[in-house]
């Protein structure tokens, strides 16, 4: 978030101006810094069918009447009708109770989070674990660290799921965020309770080495290889490019010709015309055996990789 500000402030110091700022889903800092274009997806927080969402224009330096043709060039002709009373009714609602609205399910959240500050081996990222620049969290979001337990975030959400049918919004490499929504229940917020205590009951009373061995095997985890791409041609190009398989010891150095986009967290890693690094492919082999699913990939196990062969 601050890096983007900073960004835009040291341009503004040289005499320069940002043309554009794009940022994508899942992060939240076009709101901080007062974006002029929004999408926004009722339906994760408030009670809108799924799949609907708004598009947000704030200021005067957006011309509506070409965003409004650009629309016209993309959408259908024949919307969902269904989606769109739902988002007005959404509408409706929220401008009849703007204040009142939250209270029930923000106290639910406040008071689970009392029950989950009492549970060995779950930590509760509150803005005690950030520095002063933060002075702000959603308080529909909350994010629980389970490395205490030596876990990780995929296998914490996989028993969760199975033993509580707890549902996280993102999952993290030791940690994993949830999302609460006027939908949300006392029922709902007692089982997550139940399953963190489940957690904490099996996991916490481990052996100290057992956890410290597990620890470092998730601290030595890369972080996604974002800043090493390497483009041999455009996606396009690679596209309808001829392909051919070959084994994954010697994928280094081709050409990719699939997405491989590990879920956690769903940003991929390698797209078509990028060069395959070995960089790259030790952090797929690291999320693959934390157990992430490849979407993009043919072979999700990795034993060969779709290379373009020029």
């Known amino acids: 978030m601050f890096q983007v500000k900073i960004a835009i402030e040291e341009l503004e110091q040289k005499g320069k101006k940002a043309a554009r700022v794009f940022i994508t889903s899942p992060t939240y800092n076009g709101l901080f810094l007062k974006e002029q274009i929004l999408s926004y997806n009722l339906h994760t927080v408030l009670c809108s069918f799924s799949q609907s969402s708004m598009l947000h224009l704030f200021g005067d330096r957006i011309d509506r009447d070409r965003v409004h043709k650009c629309l016209q060039s993309l959408q259908t002709t024949s919307p969902n009708w269904l989606l769109l009373a739902s988002l007005d009714a959404t509408r409706d609602e929220l401008s009849k109770n703007p204040n009142t609205l939250f209270n029930e399910v923000m106290e639910l959240v406040q008071q689970v989070k009392e029950l989950i500050n009492h549970i060995p081996g779950v930590s509760l990222f ?45 999952i993290g490499t030791q940690s994993f965020t949830l999302a609460f929504s006027l939908g949300t229940t006392k029922d709902h917020t007692q089982r997550l309770a139940n399953g963190l ?39 396009r190009e690679a596209f309808f490019a001829r392909k051919k398989k070959v084994n994954f010891e010697k994928s ?20 078509p015309g990028e060069i395959i690094t070995k960089r790259a492919m030790d952090y797929l082999v690291q999320v693959r055996d934390q157990g992430a699913f490849l979407k993009g990939a043919v072979d999700p196990l990795l034993s060969t990789v779709v290379v373009c062969d020029f």
């Open 197 to 235: 205590k489940y957690l904490s009951n099996n996991f916490f009373q481990e052996e100290m080495e057992i956890i410290e061995k597990k620890s470092q095997l998730y601290h030595g985890i890369e972080r996604l290889p974002l800043g090493e791409v390497y483009m041999s041609c455009t996606p």
């Open 252 to 271: 280094i150095g081709e050409v990719c010709g699939e997405f491989i986009c590990p879920f956690p967290p769903g940003i991929p890693v390698l797209i």
């Open 126 to 170: 509150d803005l005690s674990c950030f520095s002063n620049n933060f002075s702000y969290m959603d308080p529909l979001r909350m994010t629980i660290g389970v490395q205490e337990l030596g876990l990780s975030g995929l296998e914490a959400y996989n028993i969760l799921s199975a033993s509580h049918g707890n549902q996280p919004e993102l």
